[in-house]
C-alpha cells in the first residue's frame, strides 16, 4: 500500500478537474494532520505549569516560528507566509489551551 496522499502526482494530471481532486487530497490531509496536532495540543497542557505565561510559553513559540521559517524555505515557500499561517495556528491552540485549564 502506497503512503501518497496522491493518485496522480502534478505532472500527471490532465486537465483542472485532476489537479482540483489532488489539492482537495492534500488539503484533507492537512486538516487530518491539524486535528492530530490539536490531539497533542490539548495533551502538552498536561505537562505545562497552568499559568498564562506558562501556556504561552514565549521561548518555544519563538523557536516554532524560527523552524518553520527554515523548512519553510528548504521547502520552496516563502518563510513569512509560512510564519504567518503558524503564529494564528499556535495563537489558536494557546486560547485552546487557557480553555482546558480555565484560563
Do not use: H
Not at 493518485?7 to 494532520?33: W, Y
Not at 505565561?53 to 524560527?66: C, D, H, K, L, P
Request: glycine fraction near 4%.
Amino acid at each position: 500500500m502506497s503512503n501518497r496522499i496522491n493518485d496522480k502526482l502534478p505532472q500527471e494530471c490532465c486537465n483542472i478537474t485532476d489537479v482540483r481532486n489532488e489539492i482537495d487530497n492534500i488539503d484533507r490531509e492537512i486538516i487530518r494532520l491539524l486535528s492530530t496536532r490539536f490531539g497533542y495540543v490539548r495533551e502538552v497542557v498536561k505537562y505545562k505549569d497552568g499559568t498564562a505565561s506558562g501556556i504561552e510559553a514565549t521561548a518555544r513559540r519563538n523557536e516554532v516560528m524560527q523552524t518553520r521559517r527554515q523548512w519553510a524555505e528548504a521547502g520552496g515557500l516563502n518563510p513569512d507566509v509560512i510564519e504567518e499561517i503558524y503564529d494564528r495556528l499556535v495563537r489558536y491552540f494557546i486560547e485552546e489551551e487557557k480553555k482546558i485549564i480555565n484560563l
